[in-house]
């Protein structure tokens, strides 16, 4: 059973369109992080939310953690192809002495059509 | 350049054949970690280090050792790799653990035959 599920698994989509990707559990997290990673490259940071229905917007992206700490979308409008990659969200547990330890979904791979 | 690397950043080898992936950073980062990407499942965390001389297990350690003799060295050694090790690996590191930013080096695909 996977800590982290993200939803959907694949998307493709054409240039221009609106998407959501999500990131659910049932654990509450202390923090919760989106990464974006593309083809033959390691992960990059795009946001790190810490705050029960905290919002933060990146460009035309949209990050919100929810208020029970437990689940996080993002969301992107007006889809470019350059927005095309893997996106992964990750957490590190709340409480206990593992602060060292992340856990990512299994991510969402986005393809953007021209 | 602030950066992570990792060699080699390929490499094939038969089971059983000893082997070290290196990871380096020039960020002066006290925190290191590894992680191997599988298709459908992600990164999985194999060991960490909060800072020299501490190290710790992630969610898949089984066959893989790790040292911390350096702040900015964190090899990852494979003592009898076996097939089921065949991965992409990548290290990263950052300021103070999984908080704050994590860079990423740029993977180490590992094919075992």
């Known amino acids: 059973t996977q800590l982290l599920e993200q939803s959907p698994q694949f998307l493709s989509i054409q240039e221009g369109e609106n998407l959501t990707v999500y990131c659910n559990s049932s654990s509450v997290f202390s923090s919760l992080q989106w990464y974006r990673q593309e083809p033959g490259e390691g992960p990059v940071l795009l946001v790190t939310v810490v705050t029960g229905g905290e919002v933060k917007k990146l460009k035309r992206l949209t990050f919100q953690f929810g208020d029970a700490r437990k689940d996080s979308s993002l969301h992107i409008t007006a889809a470019q192809p350059g927005d095309t990659g893997l996106y992964l969200c990750a957490v590190q547990l709340r409480g206990g002495t593992s602060y060292g330890k992340l856990t990512f979904g299994q991510g969402t791979i986005l393809t953007v059509h021209p | 350049e602030a950066q992570v690397t990792q060699n080699p950043r390929y490499l094939i080898t038969v089971t059983g054949k000893k082997l070290t992936v290196t990871c380096s950073q020039n960020?002066?980062?006290?925190?290191m970690s590894w992680y191997r990407q599988d298709p459908g499942l992600g990164l999985r965390q194999i060991y960490y280090?909060?800072?020299?001389?501490?190290?710790d297990k992630g969610d898949v350690p089984e066959g893989y050792k790790v040292s911390r003799k350096e702040k900015r060295n964190f090899p990852l050694i494979l003592e009898s790799p076996s097939p089921n090790q065949t991965s992409l690996y990548f290290c990263?590191?950052?300021?103070?653990?999984?908080?704050?930013?994590?860079?990423f080096g740029p993977g180490t695909r590992l094919t075992v035959t």
């Open positions: 960020m002066n980062h006290e925190y």
């Open positions: 280090s909060m800072n020299v001389e501490v190290t």
């Open positions: 990263a590191s950052s300021f103070g653990g999984t908080i704050y930013e994590q860079y």
